[in-house]
C-alpha cells in the first residue's frame, strides 16, 4: 500500500482537550509528520465530560458529553483539509474489560458525514471482546516511531497524560514477532494531580509543578499505596482513570501542595516498579505526555536508574504523539493489519480492531474471530 495522509485526534483522560496530527504513513513505517493542532474544551464542555465519567451508554449524562467530545473534534479536525483518513479514538468515559467492557464517547460515523472522509473509529472494543485489555494501543506506533529514529537497542516510551502506560520494546525485531512488545498502565499519572489543583485552586493542571515543590513527599502513604493489588498483577494490565480514587484517599486529605508532592513520588515510583517488569532493562526511557511538562515529576524520574529524557531527543512531539498513533492504526486498520498484540494487551491473538465509516454511511466491520492478523480483509456490512 502506497503511504497515504492519515489524520489523527486524541482526548486524553485529562480531559484538557482534543489534539490532532497528521502523518505520512502506510500502517508499517512512518513517512513524515505533518501538520498538528490543539482545541481545549471550554469550562463548560470539560464538566459535561467530568460528570460523565465512570458511566455507560444510556445512563446520565452521557449524551452531553458525547455531544461535548463530537462538537469540539469536528470543528477541530475540519481545519485539516489534506486528510484522507481520520483516526477517531472518541473520549473514554468508563474502562472495565473484566467486567462492562470499554466505552469510549463519540460517534464516528456522524463524524465522517461532518468531515466528508473515512473514519476510523472504536479501536478497543474488538480486543477486550477477545479477553484484552483494550489498552494501551499506543506501542505499535511507538515500535514504528524507534524504527523511525533509527534507534537499535531496547526502549521504553513511558506516555504521562491522566493514566501513566509504559511501551517497552525492541526495534531489532518486527513489530509482530514474540517479545519484539511489552506494554501495560503503570498507575496514575496527572489525573490525581490535575483533580487535586481543580478542587483545591480551580487550575486545570499543576503548571510547571509548582504546588508539588512547594510540598514534601509522604513516604510511608507512598508505600501504602503502592501496596495496591494492581501493582502486583503481571502485564499486560490497564486502568481505568478513576481506579485508585480510593486507594489515594488519604493523600488527597494532605495539605494541597504535600498531596501533589506525593502523587509526584507515588509516579516516579510506580515506573520504577514498571521498569522491574521489563524483559530487559531499556537503553534508555523516553516520555511522552503532558506530564514530560511539568518539572516536578521529571525530577522524579531523573532518580530512576536509567536515562530520562523527553521524546523530543529522538525528533518526536510528545505532545502529538498520541494522536498521530490514532492516525497510524486508522491505516494499519485500513490495511487489515493488527492493532494490539498478546504482549501489549494480553489479547490471545494479534487483534485488528476498529471500525470504518464513510461518508455515505457505509460501514467496514473487522471480522469477530480472536485471530485477526495481516491476512485478514475486513468484511463490508451496512
Not at 462538537?71 to 467486567?99: I, K, M, N, W
Not at 515543590?213 to 481505568?240: C, I, N, W, Y
Not at 522524579?300 to 492504526?329: H, N, R, S, T
Request: hydrophobic share 45%; proline share 6%; with cysteine.
Amino acid at each position: 500500500m502506497e503511504q497515504i495522509r492519515a489524520l489523527g485526534a486524541m482526548s486524553g483522560t485529562s480531559m484538557d482537550g482534543v489534539d490532532a496530527a497528521e502523518i505520512l504513513t502506510d500502517g508499517e513505517t512512518i513517512g513524515g509528520f505533518g501538520e498538528t493542532g490543539y482545541l481545549e474544551y471550554s469550562a463548560e464542555e470539560r464538566a459535561a465530560i467530568r460528570a460523565a465519567l465512570g458511566r455507560w451508554p444510556g445512563e446520565d449524562g452521557v449524551d452531553r458529553a458525547a455531544q461535548a467530545v463530537a462538537d469540539v473534534h469536528a470543528r477541530l479536525l475540519s481545519r485539516f483539509e489534506s486528510a484522507q483518513v481520520v483516526g477517531f479514538h472518541g473520549q473514554t468515559l468508563a474502562h472495565d474489560p473484566r467486567g462492562r467492557g470499554t466505552h469510549q464517547a463519540g460517534d464516528g460515523a456522524a463524524l465522517a458525514e461532518r468531515l466528508g472522509v473515512p473514519v476510523v473509529w472504536d479501536f478497543r472494543t474488538a480486543d477486550v471482546r477477545l479477553g484484552g485489555e483494550g489498552a494501551p494501543l499506543a506501542p505499535a506506533f511507538h515500535h514504528a516511531c524507534a524504527r523511525h529514529a533509527g534507534l537499535t537497542a531496547p526502549v521504553a516510551f513511558l506516555n504521562l497524560g491522566g493514566v501513566g502506560n509504559l511501551t517497552w520494546l525492541d526495534p531489532m525485531r518486527p513489530m509482530e514477532a514474540e517479545g519484539a512488545l511489552l506494554a501495560f498502565d503503570t498507575g496514575p499519572a496527572n489525573a490525581p494531580i490535575d483533580d487535586l489543583c481543580m478542587d483545591w485552586l480551580g487550575t486545570p493542571f499543576d503548571r510547571d509543578g509548582a504546588l508539588a515543590r512547594e510540598g514534601t513527599a509522604q513516604t510511608d502513604l507512598v508505600e501504602t499505596f503502592l501496596r495496591h493489588p494492581f501493582f502486583a498483577r503481571m502485564p499486560p494490565k490497564s486502568l481505568d482513570r478513576d481506579a485508585f480514587r480510593q486507594a489515594g484517599a488519604q493523600i488527597d486529605a494532605l495539605m494541597p501542595s504535600h498531596a501533589a508532592a506525593t502523587w509526584v513520588a507515588v509516579i516516579a515510583e510506580t515506573v520504577r516498579v514498571a521498569l522491574t517488569l521489563c524483559p530487559a532493562a531499556p537503553a534508555r526511557l523516553l516520555v511522552t505526555g503532558g506530564g514530560r511538562r511539568n518539572p516536578a515529576i521529571m525530577a522524579a524520574l531523573a532518580a530512576l536508574p536509567v536515562a530520562v529524557d523527553p521524546v523530543e531527543e529522538i525528533g518526536l512531539d510528545g505532545d502529538m504523539l498520541e494522536a498521530q498513533a490514532f492516525a497510524f492504526l486508522a491505516v494499519r486498520v485500513l490495511r487489515g493489519l493488527p492493532t494490539s498484540f498478546p504482549g501489549t494487551t494480553g489479547v490471545a491473538a494479534a487483534v485488528g480492531g476498529g471500525r470504518v465509516s464513510r461518508p455515505d454511511g457505509v460501514v467496514d466491520s473487522l471480522p469477530s474471530s480472536a485471530r485477526h492478523t495481516h491476512t485478514r480483509r475486513l468484511t463490508r456490512s451496512r
